[in-house]
């Protein structure tokens, strides 16, 4: 079926802020520099710089390439890749910074909780920060991070009904091969973030991403975690800008110290067709049930954006089974069995 | 949402028949050796048999291993995959013969024209051949065969309804790089099989392959297309029987010549590494939009033959343009603008 939102435009100059037009275009919510959703699309365009800078300085001869875009509708994104590195075959930070009128099956996509609603057109926003850093060496982690900030208005045919606002994301990571003080330090990490604002989110939020990477045809996860949120409204606003502003910065020394022991690991052909194997379970991943994906591939968005996901090569073979007991085994039964790793 | 139809399990010899139990579990039904059914298999399971001969000849290595499965609820399958060969570096082809009762999203995803129908639970029978061979060389083109029938009981909550069966089924060709020789074969041989049926079968099944093998979010088609037809019922059920034979007759003079042709052509990393990128459109097209892999996915299908049909290796670039004019770049834009080859 299709709903389709207009096409993007590359543009030569990223502009300050992509809210400059918002108000023109929604008529009559402020979009002043203190509001939350001006704050927040600070907030990730200052972690895609940071995020950025550490990956150039950790790769060592990577640049990341920028493609800047506009949407006539309304607002527009910054995509940052770096390909072929000589630590990262493809590591992409993006940002985009939208707003205009969601067609319904969007919006159900977006919101998990609404999957079943069926509302009319929805005045939207929605701003988010989205990286996948994938590496060469199977012995180095892929990386997934997304921090998201939703504001709809009421329903063009409900105007009574309240606006609401959301915020959604996490960090996760996928290695390939199980080195338990990687694992304890990510996930050290995060909880620490978490720990900031309330005790309950580093389990809540822990458990919620073991079940949202779920690869359910394969019954095993994509990878060994970290944390996942969405729809997350029941806090203070406030606060919860806050907890995803220390979430986002929480990705450079949760990330970077694993690289700096793994990138250089010396490896044999097995190492890397096993990552490769991974890989494809990846893609099984985004392809089949990541929301982020679904929801951009449904409402038309930016193709080379939304796939920069995908790892740079993957692999199928049939019937693969890793030996019992061995490396690979161990991190397929860790997919398949969720584990606490602190 | 969880919908599962019991998981198979594997067993060690294949029966010669996977209907042995069909008329006491569906009480009723006969599947005597002259039902449509009954022949049904047998056609399938010699396609598969002659198939199989023919890709393990042409590549003179490799060697089909094969699984033979049941399912607990009705039926079985026989999977038979040759990896890592000379000239196939994945080649699966594969038989499922199962009833039983269907979910209803599990009907809606089987039959296109019921996507939005809500039935009750369902009998059903389906039996299929399915194949895709994925050669190393990057000027040998990837073929992908399948064809299916289906028959429906009246739904256990309208017991009046009338039974419905139907045929689908298709041959296409993806090619990395186009030689006009191959590809007008390979057209041809699909309209000579078409035509001894009905003269409007092959424009009208050429346009359908080109409008099902659609990647929406790339605007353009997984390759250069063959003949696609699905919930086929309003011919004769004979002729239809005869044709989808006729259909699968004609896999191996459509498509092992061309293979005799291209699997020696010298080739270079560029070629290598361009193929891999259009392997990664199948992997695209596969997962998110074709029918029998959603279908197989939704009801827990035994996903290893469901996903034979991903490629060994895949690859996706940030942002790849072929050079205008390129022979890369007129692969694309034939995959963008289907042509008509004869």
Redesign the interface.
């Known amino acids: 079926m299709a709903v389709s939102i207009e096409k993007e435009t590359p543009i030569a100059e990223r502009p300050d802020s992509f809210l400059t037009a918002y108000d023109k275009a929604t008529g009559g919510i402020s979009s002043g520099s203190s509001s939350v959703r001006a704050r927040f699309e600070k907030m990730i365009r200052d972690a895609q710089d940071s995020v950025c800078d550490a990956i150039e300085k950790a790769d060592g001869a990577g640049n990341f390439?920028e493609?800047v875009w506009s949407r006539p509708g309304g607002g527009g994104g910054i995509s940052r890749?770096l390909?072929d590195g000589a630590v990262w075959e493809?590591a992409?930070v993006n940002v985009s910074v939208v707003y205009g009128i969601m067609p319904p099956d969007a919006y159900r996509a977006a919101k998990a909780s609404a999957a079943h609603q069926k509302p009319g057109e929805i005045p939207f926003f929605a701003a988010g920060i989205s990286s996948v850093l994938h590496p060469k060496n199977p012995f180095a982690p892929t990386l997934h991070f997304n921090y998201r900030y939703f504001e709809t208005d009421a329903p063009k045919d409900a105007p009574g009904a309240p606006r609401q606002w959301w915020f959604g994301g996490g960090t996760d990571l996928t290695p390939s091969y199980i080195f338990e003080e990687d694992v304890k330090h990510f996930h050290s990490e995060q909880k620490k973030a978490c720990d900031k604002f309330d005790p309950s989110f580093y389990p809540r939020f822990k458990k919620w991403c073991d079940d949202y990477f779920y690869i359910?045809?394969?019954n095993e996860r994509r990878g060994l975690g970290g944390i996942f949120f969405d729809d997350l409204n029941d806090y203070d606003q406030e606060m919860l800008l806050s907890f995803a502003t220390e979430c986002a910065n929480s990705v450079i020394p949760a990330y970077i110290p694993i690289i700096e022991r793994r990138k250089d690991t010396p490896f044999t052909e097995q190492h890397k067709a096993w990552q490769?194997l991974r890989r494809?379970r990846y893609?099984?991943f985004n392809?089949?049930y990541d929301r982020g994906t679904t929801f951009?591939?449904k409402t038309?968005g930016r193709?080379?954006s939304?796939?920069?996901s995908?790892?740079?090569?993957?692999?199928?073979?049939?019937?693969h089974k890793p030996e019992e007991g061995s490396e690979e085994w161990k991190l397929l039964d860790a997919c398949i069995n969720p584990r606490e790793w602190i």
Chains 1, 2 share one sequence.
């Open positions: 390439k493609d890749v390909q493809k992409g359910k045809h394969r490769q494809g893609v099984e392809l089949v951009g591939l038309g193709i080379e939304i796939l920069v995908l790892p740079l090569t993957a692999r199928w073979e049939y019937d």
